[in-house]
């Protein structure tokens, strides 16, 4: 399992916080997001559209809480999900790099794009414990996942943890390149 990042545990930031700081970094480097959620249904575009001015950087999203939307709307592999289901870092790459192909526009690409999937409970998924979770991320330079991570806590604490540290890893992302 994937350690929670340490900036994250040690933090006394509100999901807010985050999303404000990554909102803002996204509109000082002229960078747009595209989102696709499936155990935080929705938690993630809440997150970052509750921030003034988001509209600058947020394209838009898809909540693919049915499988067969993964598959139809963000191109996730069929036969990936058959073989490991859908609570897999593959599953959350793939969804980020569907986030940001179907939230493209007129030609122009979007910067980045997030996944995330995993299971919040109260039963397990596809034999995966409640709590693991994986987060993907598309993005200029390519797209990565990380976890598994093992949330703790009832279904609501393992979504905010996910959305918090999803949030987190892009703004390290962004912060990490260099811009005008």
């Not at 340490?6 to 803002?24: H, N």
């Not at 793939?94 to 939230?103: C, H, K, L, S």
């Not at 397990?124 to 797209?143: E, F, L, R």
């Amino acid at each position: 399992m994937e350690p929670v990042s340490p900036k994250v545990q040690r933090s006394t930031e509100t999901v807010y916080d985050i999303a404000s700081d990554l909102v803002k970094k996204l509109k000082d480097a002229g960078q747009t997001l595209g989102v696709a959620e499936s155990l935080t249904a929705g938690g993630v575009m809440a997150a970052i559209t509750s921030v003034s001015g988001a509209s600058t950087v947020f394209r838009g999203g898809v909540v693919s809480y049915a499988t067969p939307l993964k598959e139809k709307l963000l191109g996730v592999d069929g036969g990936l999900i058959a073989l490991e289901g859908v609570i897999h870092a593959d599953v959350a790459k793939q969804m980020a790099e569907g986030a940001r192909r179907i939230t493209s526009i007129d030609g122009n690409e979007t910067t980045w794009g997030i996944g995330t999937t995993g299971v919040a409970g109260p039963g397990t998924q596809d034999n995966k414990p409640v709590g693991m979770v994986y987060i993907g991320i598309a993005g200029p330079s390519g797209t990565r996942a990380w976890g598994p991570f093992n949330f703790p806590g009832a279904r609501e604490q393992i979504r905010e943890a996910t959305i918090i540290e999803a949030l987190h890893r892009l703004r390290e992302l962004v912060s990490a390149i260099p811009h005008d």
